[in-house]
């Protein structure tokens, strides 16, 4: 049993493989369908609400089609594979854009091969624990006040403090609520490589991966030598993170591949109930180290510079992250900071490849929808600018791929604005669950599904 879902209106699609993009149709339902169509097939198309984020007014719409009932048998639902990737920009092949570097990522390219990949994504905040409470809860940060970053010291979720959060379903807690088996892994709420920052809610799932290390959900993380990220010719003051160089060691070494490695191990177990699984990649937040091999791929005479103006700021705010610029330059270095965050983004493809490839290898792909994003993006320079916390596009343009078997047209791309706060919506629609009871989510279609 199917109902469906409406689908975007006056959508702009970019038709894979010819890139061709159709021109925007404004009051023209005919054109609408054909749009909408070209990213979710043979699907009626409804109505696209727009509304303003925190950090940049976007357009609130995800295109979905027909999808199970919520009346479905629990057993007929899909899968779900959730995966979460931490200060991903767009320099990666299916958002590649003129002047900017470009990282090697096939596995990226085959996932958008399988489903639909969104052009025009937007984060709901340029700040990991803004963005992720907002992504998990489905509410707005202009609504509960959390705009900035936490480091508590006790591991556990401080937002749950938010009179409007203390009691909010979150997105793994609804699929648990409604049958499935609800696992985690990495970073999927705010937390770090390092101290015991970490903002997940154990209660929310039935199983997260404990490292047993003492490092948190996330395992601990080998450093590249001293010499390689601080060698005593360098000079100036900089974060004691904010560092990059080839580690030695060997992929299964790194703190990410040991958490998809425990992620592939609940792919490969039997299941008398649908699968929820959240992956979380650390990589390519800083400190940008990853084994050589990575840094092979990217030979420093053929690094090239984002664009850059050297009077970008007179018009602008000054952001604070000046100092931060003028230590890469000064020391030289920003094309092997270039070079790092490359290498680190196509290592981080590479876990997504492992993933990919149990999907394929356990035969889930016709039964399991995957959605892939980032958090927010990454400035590496421009505008003298270093990670993120700003209101350009920089920061907020993230990757976002769904591939619903059955549902998404494969290769199928669309610029359409949209916003990471609508997942939680979309991600139970496209499961066929009902809306959580006292929860309103903020990021929802804006007319009822239509009925046949």
Not at 22 to 31: I, Q
Not at 62 to 73: D, S, T
């Amino acid at each position: 049993m199917t109902c469906p879902i409406p689908a975007i209106h006056d959508a702009a699609v970019d038709h894979h493989p010819n890139h061709h993009r159709s021109p925007r149709h404004h009051g023209c339902p005919g054109h609408s369908d054909q749009a909408a169509r070209a990213v979710f097939p043979d699907r009626t198309t409804a109505g696209a609400r727009f509304g303003g984020t925190l950090l940049l007014a976007v357009a609130l719409a995800l295109a979905v089609g027909l999808v199970p009932c919520a009346a479905a048998e629990t057993s007929d639902r899909p899968n779900v594979l959730f995966i979460a990737v931490d200060d991903m920009n767009d320099w990666i092949g299916p958002l590649a854009r003129d002047g900017n570097p470009l990282a090697k990522t096939p596995h990226l390219d085959r996932l958008a091969e399988w489903g639909a990949t969104f052009t025009n994504a937007h984060t709901p905040a340029a700040a990991c624990h803004p963005a992720r409470v907002a992504i998990m809860t489905g509410i707005h940060p202009a609504t509960t006040g959390i705009t900035t970053n936490v480091f508590n010291p006790q591991p556990g979720p401080s937002w749950r403090e938010h009179p409007r959060l203390a009691n909010a379903v979150t997105l793994s807690q609804h699929f648990r609520d409604h049958g499935y088996f609800v696992v985690g892994a990495g970073k999927i709420y705010h937390c770090l490589q390092w101290g015991p920052y970490d903002e997940n809610d154990p209660d929310t799932w039935d199983l997260y991966f404990e490292p047993g290390d003492g490092s948190g959900p996330i395992p601990h993380q080998i450093r590249a030598p001293e010499e390689v990220y601080n060698p005593p010719e360098f000079f100036g003051k900089r974060y004691g993170y904010f560092a990059w160089g080839p580690i030695d060691a060997a992929d299964h070494e790194m703190s990410d591949a040991k958490v998809v490695d425990w992620a592939v191990e609940q792919l490969r177990k039997p299941r008398d109930r649908p699968l929820f699984l959240g992956v979380g990649i650390f990589r390519p937040h800083m400190p940008w180290e990853v084994p050589a091999h990575y840094f092979d791929m990217y030979p420093l005479d053929e690094i090239e510079l984002p664009p850059y103006r050297e009077d970008d700021l007179l018009d602008s705010w000054i952001h604070g992250r000046r100092g931060w610029h003028q230590f890469v330059v000064q020391n030289d270095q920003w094309k092997h900071v270039v070079q790092s965050y490359l290498a680190s983004i196509t290592f981080a493809d590479a876990q997504v490849g492992r993933l990919l490839d149990a999907i394929e290898a356990e035969g889930l792909r016709d039964d399991t929808i995957i959605v892939l994003w980032s958090d927010h993006g990454m400035h590496i320079g421009e505008k003298d600018n270093w990670e993120k916390f700003t209101v350009w596009e920089r920061s907020t343009r993230v990757p976002l791929f769904i591939a619903a078997p059955g549902v998404s047209e494969p290769g199928s791309r669309s610029s359409r604005p949209v916003n990471l706060l609508d997942l939680y919506k979309t991600l139970i629609d496209l499961a066929g669950l009902p809306q959580p009871r006292d929860h309103k989510l903020e990021g929802e279609f804006s007319l009822p599904r239509n009925k046949r």
